[in-house]
């Protein structure tokens, strides 16, 4: 128990559903993170927000929208995708923007 | 951040000393060494960070060159539960603006009964 909860943990979807990742963490930090991993790739920084602002974008397709509503809470909100967007996405948080980050579970994405 | 270099794949007998090894010859004065594990399906796990010491924890020691150019990260009595991929980040530390952080391919540790 890392103190990040990611929901769902698994999640099926068609290429025309919308969809949200929930994340949550308990810790107190104030930086969120979302990464994807594909298989057999690296992990992939998607978006950074530090105290609910934005401050990453890495060149992220539109169809993936965040959203972060407080410094506890993190979305990812999903539609139109693809069968390649199908990965396990990551939630990260950390203290500051500059200290390790803790880690959720992960959400299983399969795109149909 | 600075570029690291770890070996793809090492095995480990149970029970010993696993070191696992990262060179990050480019690192910058105020960079940290950062080690995180990933095991099979699960979001990956921080173990330690140090920036010129060596330093351990519950979870491991790392073990920083004097020159600061490459860097050990040492379980001291490997079991079955530590078979992951273990990655080696160099970064800035608690200070300035963002920055990136890259996780690369890292070691795939493998520990054998």
């Known amino acids: 128990e890392t103190g990040v909860t990611q929901t769902p943990r698994h999640l099926v979807m068609g290429m025309t559903n919308k969809k949200s990742l929930k994340c949550e963490q308990h810790?107190?930090?104030?930086?969120m993170y979302w990464y994807k991993q594909s298989a057999k790739k690296p992990l992939e920084l998607m978006f950074v927000?530090?105290?609910?602002?934005?401050?990453e974008n890495n060149s992220v397709p539109s169809r993936f929208s965040p959203e972060c509503p407080n410094s506890s809470h993190l979305f990812l909100h999903l539609h139109t995708l693809q069968p390649e967007d199908s990965a396990l996405y990551l939630c990260?948080?950390?203290?500051?923007?500059?200290?390790?980050?803790?880690f959720g579970q992960g959400t299983r994405l399969t795109v149909v | 951040d600075a570029k690291t270099t770890q070996p793809p794949s090492m095995d480990c007998a149970e029970g010993r000393a696993a070191n696992l090894p990262c060179n990050h010859s480019?690192?910058?004065?105020?960079?940290?060494v950062y080690w995180y594990r990933q095991i099979h399906s699960q979001g990956p796990q921080y173990i330690i960070h140090?920036?010129?010491n060596n330093e351990t924890n519950e979870m491991a020691s790392l073990i920083i060159t004097e020159d600061r150019k490459s860097s050990t990260l040492i379980l001291p009595h490997a079991t079955l539960r530590d078979t992951a991929v273990y990655y080696c980040?160099?970064?800035?530390?608690?200070?300035?603006?963002?920055?990136?952080?890259?996780f690369g391919t890292g070691t795939k540790l493998q520990v054998i009964p």
């Open positions: 990260a948080s950390s203290r500051t923007v500059n200290t390790e980050a803790f």
């Open positions: 810790l107190g930090h104030n930086a």
């Open positions: 927000y530090n105290f609910k602002e934005q401050t």
């Open positions: 480019t690192i910058s004065g105020n960079e940290y």
């Open positions: 140090g920036l010129k």
């Open positions: 980040i160099v970064r800035v530390g608690n200070s300035g603006g963002y920055q990136k952080v890259t």
